[in-house]
């Protein structure tokens, strides 16, 4: 019996992903642990091993092929004694006839209008009619979430297969004790690509289309805007004893047998550092929001953006608070060397329960960043400068650095907030607190 390869998950949000190339062509003997493909994401390239033995009879999805579904067939793997050319030409009369019998259908559904019966037409996800009569298609998890918090699904636009309605789909969306509220006005909806095009002359741009992780990106800071009530507290910490102790602990680092360094510590390991301490000195911060309860976390996992060339990612740096200066800049480089070639796995980007975004290296002052579901806070870091301060009455020159913190106001207070970056100045301007641990 032939052995089917599945396109697969690769996160628990997967729903679809690029075929990037095949790493074995038709005909190849495959083992348990070949690499058949490379699969690609909107954040990483993984591999796709193959789990049986036998001979790669039939590719059914093209490399270079995107927006794949999950769980779609992508390939025959025919096992001991099969015939891998009789196997490929089956699935070829299998796919032949499968045309011939959905082409009546769908040239019946189309004489008779939308809603005909179409006795061959392809299944569907189960669907269920609306007040207006409308079939909506839903899977069972989001109608069962639906029908308990009140939505009305009629009103709600499917992002899953087939733009069928699922889970994520329900997030922000109001429930019926709030329908009988005065609603804000509709926002207006985004210019169509046709009329952003018509503010340009034709021959003076060049159009690049996003890939996924761009879209992943806006999709994301679009729900996390929409859905998030943000809130800002900003804060000046000045760096002198931290870039001297800094200094001090890179030149007693150990050397290797070629002379190079066991760890170099950076400010923005010490930053790291210092906000999964003050997490865990404020527990009412380190918290994750969900709608029936808040989640106190007992360590810090504190996720860190790595700018990539077309985009973002942010490796999470798990139990944060517990671990050693060295072990977070080894841990750090070694996450940006595999960001750039777009080979971290899910569960190393995935979750974090605050996260650090620097761009102190650009000359960023200040700034506010976005806050990424399901964290609840993130700190934005500018860069370090020498300014005036006063000190015991006397104008001073001392090394600044302007930090900014974006909460959830849904899961943390504005006094709580407060108090959270207050310890983390402390940690910062006290940074011998940092070797504690």
Known sequence: ?????LMP???PTMDKGNLKRWLKSEGDNIKPGDVLAEIETDKATMEVEAVDEGVLAKI????GTDDVQVNREIALIAEAGEDPKALAAEMAAQSAGAVSKVEPAVVASALHGVGAPAKAAPAQPVASSGESGARIFASPLARRLAKQSGIDLTKIEGSGPHGRIVERDLRGAPRASQRSQPQAAPVQPALSDAAIKRYFAPDSFVEIPHDMMRRTIARRLVEAVNTIPHFYLSVDCELDALLKLRGEINAAAPKA?????AYKISVNDMIIKALAMALVCVPKANV???ESALL????????VAVALPDGLITPVVRQADVLPLSAISNAMKDFAARAKERRLKPEEYEGGVSAVSNLGMFGIKQFAAVINPPQSSILAIGTGEERAVVKNGALVAAQVMSATMSFDHRAIDGATGAELLASFKRAIENPLTLLGV
Do not use: C
């Open 9 to 11: 998950a690769l996160s």
């Open 1 to 5: 019996m032939s052995i089917k390869v």
């Open 288 to 290: 994750t929001f969900t």
């Open 257 to 261: 047998k070629n002379g190079t360094p």
């Open 296 to 303: 106190q976390h007992r360590h810090a996992d504190v996720s």
């Open 60 to 63: 059914l999805v093209p490399g």
